[in-house]
């Protein structure tokens, strides 16, 4: 497993930009696909986007398609989630995970060994 911290969470208008990290601590990210979860209140965990460190392909959830990018950033170890035109129902907690290979099943939160502690994004209307 991998500890993941993430940061970046907060406050902001419909229509703002907020920009979230996720960072390893104690090793790369080398070989490792990771994704970004997300928590509405009273509903399960969704799929928000995922990415394969080694080669770089990403996917996105059709909600955030065109809003949303995950990158990764070799020198900080991070993988980074910028989110543009926020909507009030992005409102969520918002989780990094990781897990060793690449999979199809990328989108299933059940593929995720390693998870970081959640950070919130609240969009106001």
């Known amino acids: 497993q991998v500890q993941l911290v993430e940061s970046g969470g907060g406050l902001v208008q419909a229509g703002g930009s907020l920009r979230l990290s996720c960072v390893a601590s104690g090793r790369t990210f080398g070989g490792y696909t990771m994704g970004w979860f997300r928590q509405r209140p009273g509903n399960e965990r969704e799929f928000v986007a995922a990415i394969w460190w080694t080669g770089g392909y990403t996917n996105y959830a059709d909600s955030v398609k065109g809003r949303f990018t995950i990158s990764r950033d070799y020198a900080k170890n991070t993988v980074n989630l910028q989110m543009n035109s926020l909507k009030p129902e992005d409102t969520a907690v918002y989780y990094c995970?990781?897990?060793?290979?690449?999979?199809?099943?990328?989108?299933?939160?059940?593929?995720?060994?390693?998870w970081g502690q959640g950070t919130q994004v609240t969009v106001s209307s």
């Open positions: 995970a990781a897990t060793f290979g690449l999979s199809a099943r990328y989108a299933s939160s059940h593929l995720y060994d390693s």
